[in-house]
């Protein structure tokens, strides 16, 4: 069992490979609560000299409100009390993650839960900024094969990108895992498949908490129990996640993508789909038309690399303080009734 309940969980993914699966498996776990997925977590780190020192209580509680009171950060979706929430971060440790970790910590006590974590598949994008906020974050990545993505991602009413867009999304949230598993340690990042997580969740989910330092639990694997109270009604998106784990979904691609759909993935995906254990089904090439036009798309994450690198040299240069998240006792609330590894009866919410 984990001797630091504080310690963060990030569950991280491209789009459409299972993060809120994983995220309510978590959730279903007695000791854990993930929440559904927020939008102030980046922003407020982006906006962090607009807070001012947050030394100053005025400051924190200026911080609170900006979070609380706008509809776009979906801290609506948390069940949490707003005016609870400002007077817990006015009160909190003078830092951003503290201010943060705060709200997160205090969704788990909805729960009468010690450990709190977070889920956003954009955080894939941005693992420096989660390290700056939160710098003993575990991460758990779920990689699914990149045409089912691709075919999830097509049917989604709020993607707006063409197919050579959404190919290179699959792309960019490889070689960003790769980069992460290289430089963090076993200690924090974890990854699994969803493929083998559907197939027999118990295994995978075994690892899972032993990387996470927690015993396993059967609830885990039935994660249905909880999407009716952590994934918000709206997102329709997410309808599956209120009946049993199944294995239908995988290699759907092979029946939801185009012969010319699945061409241009594997010729565009073809190493990394290999490289993560998804064998290829043709060899036969997309136009060359077709090739440019992803390749065009996928241009700016080659820059990746060099940005980090530069964002980092810069982090440093500036030092910039009052931002790592500091632990602190878990809070207690009875819970309310009714209510590199690689693959890892829940209190009822």
């Given amino acids: 069992m984990s001797d630091c309940p504080d310690r963060p ?12 699966m994983l995220q309510l498996m978590l959730h279903a776990h007695p000791r854990i609560a993930i929440p559904p997925e927020t939008r102030f977590v980046l922003t407020a780190y982006r906006d962090r000299r607009e807070h001012g020192d947050l030394r100053r209580p005025e400051n924190r509680r200026a911080l609170a409100r900006s979070i609380v009171d706008r509809r776009e950060t979906r801290f609506c979706d948390l069940g949490l009390d707003p005016g609870e929430t400002v007077e817990r971060i006015t009160a909190a440790q003078a830092t951003l993650g503290s201010a943060l970790g705060t709200i997160f910590q205090q969704y788990a006590a909805r729960f009468g839960k010690p450990r709190w974590g977070d889920k956003r598949p954009a955080y894939l994008h941005n693992i420096d900024i989660m390290l700056r906020l939160f710098p003993d974050a575990q991460f758990v990545n779920i990689v699914r094969d990149g045409r089912d ?20 999304a699959w792309s960019r949230a490889v070689d960003d895992a790769r980069r992460a598993a290289r430089r963090l340690n076993s200690s924090q990042w974890f990854e699994l498949r969803y493929e083998d997580l559907v197939a027999d969740p118990r295994g995978p989910l075994t690892e899972l908490c032993e990387y996470l330092g927690e015993d396993y639990h059967p609830a885990m694997a039935q994660p249905s129990a909880v999407a009716e109270v952590a994934v918000p009604t709206f997102k329709t998106w997410h309808a599956r996640t209120h009946t049993p784990v199944t294995t239908q979904r995988v290699r759907s691609w092979e029946s939801r993508l185009t012969p010319e759909e699945i061409a241009l993935c594997e010729a565009a995906l073809g190493s990394r789909l290999e490289a993560n254990g998804y064998e290829l089904s043709t060899t036969t090439r997309p136009p060359t038309t077709d090739l440019l036009r992803y390749g065009w798309s996928a241009a700016p994450q080659r820059l990746d690399p060099a940005r980090q690198t530069l964002s980092r040299a810069a982090t440093r240069l500036r030092r910039d303080q009052n931002l790592a998240h500091l632990p602190t006792a878990a809070l207690t609330k ?16």
């Fill in 334 to 349: 009875p819970p309310e009734q009714g209510g590199p590894h690689r693959r890892t009866d829940a209190t009822q919410p």
């Fill in 149 to 168: 993505c691709v075919a999830s991602l097509k049917e989604m009413s709020w993607h707006r990108k063409d197919i050579y867009a959404t190919v290179a």
């Fill in 9 to 20: 969980i990030i569950v991280v993914g491209c789009p459409r490979s299972g993060t809120t």
